[in-house]
């Protein structure tokens, strides 16, 4: 009380200096890393005990899960000797049979799970007929659901009006410059030019031995060398524009016309190159020939016409042997399968299937809303049917089933595919693949 009030304010003004002080030394205590025993300072010390912890258990979780391989790989082994032995003690009761044809048995079945348990053979044929089944119908699929696309090869500045799938990685065109061009499909470019036809390039083939053939316009058959693109021979002989051709063993050469006939010509190798002679000249048909192909023994050669048949030829001599009738309206295409099986395509939107036998009609398919343009016959002996307005489906040459499809929406006007399966095509100017 005998304070003055002067005094009393320096006093309290001192106590709240040294409290601050205090009070700051306790925070800067507390919060500094560099004091052990703070907050941090045991943060740390918990993470890195963590981590050790962490470890030791990733170390154990991975002898755990050798140790799961290992014992997987050993129940593997023994379910694949329960379900690969043959049933009943015996043996495989198809032992007699090539693979090839084997192969061919298993694609009709529906449901290869049960065929799988017969025997090891069986098991090992049905994992490849599902795998494969399975993994060209997924590719199919994700082009009809946009997941993949059509790979542009190369343009040309005229239009392509005919396309075939050449050796090394090539591909030939012919086009309504009158020209042939041979394409590299590696780097898309174009690789020669041949230059001889007067008039649009109509059909385009690779012979086995590279050789190339083109037909045209111009009423001529022209053969190129497939190793720097001369040129080796002309044929003449049709009165009208040549639309198809076909290359045999031994190099003979097939020519479908508007004139309405089929020439066979056969090769006599020179100095000078290669010259070829006309065997045969088929006549029987009554309009423009669309489509010729061989059978797999090469003795018949198969024709379709606008005339809406189709014409089964000895190759040998060329006698008519007989006609196969049904369609409706023109005959477009025409394919033989690696069974002898003939597919045919129409203008009336329908798939025809006939014995190589003989010629009896099998079974009618009806894929399309509108017609089939061409027929292509797949490297494991499946039909591909493209229609006008561009769709494309998968025929099981042994059943008729459609096996997939794609529906691009636009008009393809060429189309070939390579011995990998690989279907090129041409829309006007460009050529895509699939």
Known sequence: GLLSSASRRTMRMRSGAITTVVSTTKRFATYSPHVAGTPRHVRVKDLKARIAQVSNEIEQHQRELDGLWSEL???EEALDVALNSPIEGGVDPTGWLPTEMMLMV??????????????????ALCRDVHRE?????????SYNRGLLTPSQLFEYTSALSAIAVGPNNTVCTGSNDCTVQVWSTVDQKCLRVL??????VTSVEVGRDGTIYSGSEDRTIRVWSGDDGSHLATLTGHTDSVVCLAIGKNSLLFSGSEDSTIKVWKPIPDLTGRSFVLEHTLI?????????SLSPSEDKLYSSSEDTTIRVWSVANGCLLTILEGHEDAVFSVVVSKLGTVFSGSRDGTIRVWSGNDGRLLRMLSYHEDSIESLLLGPDDEVI???????????????GRCLGKINPGIHIYERAIGSDGRIYRTLTHRCECV
């Open 284 to 292: 029987g048909h009554t309009d423009l020939v669309w489509s010729i």
């Open 106 to 123: 298993l694609l009709h079945v529906p449901f290869l799970g049960a065929c799988g348990r017969v025997c090891r053979r069986w098991s």
């Open 195 to 200: 230059k001889g036809h007067t008039d649009c």
């Open 73 to 75: 790989v050993d129940v």
């Open 385 to 399: 049917c493209c229609s006008f307005g561009g769709t494309m489906v998968r025929v099981c040459t042994r059943t």
């Open 133 to 141: 089944n399975t993994v060209l119908g997924m590719r199919w699929s």
